[in-house]
């Protein structure tokens, strides 16, 4: 069983950092695509940023700069650096991978990531 957790998220104010962690089990996720995706009260989910199983690095402009995606293939863990955060970086921030391995093409839409975290919750006070 393919199972996705966040961690890491909380309030912090404008222009403060977090970390986000992704633990993943139940698949060889080194052969997948793993993304972050975010969604605020009244408001479709959105791409963050992915990493491709190759390890290339994908970031939504609205977080270039900012963030920064990384993962750990011998733990099993993807995190999410978060810098200079914020207001309408607020949001439930979910973690995700892709259901197909060894993708040529890189996806940036939800549509495609079969598995999902729970979410966790990130505030940014102004």
């Known amino acids: 069983q393919v199972q996705l957790v966040e961690s890491g998220g909380g309030l912090v104010q404008t222009g403060g950092s977090l970390r986000l962690s992704c633990a993943a089990s139940?698949?060889?996720?080194?052969?997948?695509?793993m993304g972050w995706f975010r969604q605020a009260p009244g408001k479709e989910r959105e791409f963050v940023a992915v990493?491709?199983?190759?390890?290339?690095?994908y970031y939504a402009d609205s977080v270039k700069g900012r963030f920064t995606i990384s993962r750990d293939n011998a733990k099993n863990t993807m995190n999410l650096q978060m810098n200079n955060l914020k207001p309408e970086d607020t949001a439930a921030y979910y973690c995700a991978t892709y259901r197909l391995s060894y993708t040529r093409v890189v996806a940036t839409t939800p549509k495609g990531y079969d598995y999902w975290g729970q979410g966790t919750q990130v505030t940014v006070s102004s």
């Open positions: 990493i491709s199983w190759k390890g290339v690095t």
């Open positions: 139940g698949r060889t996720f080194s052969n997948y695509d």
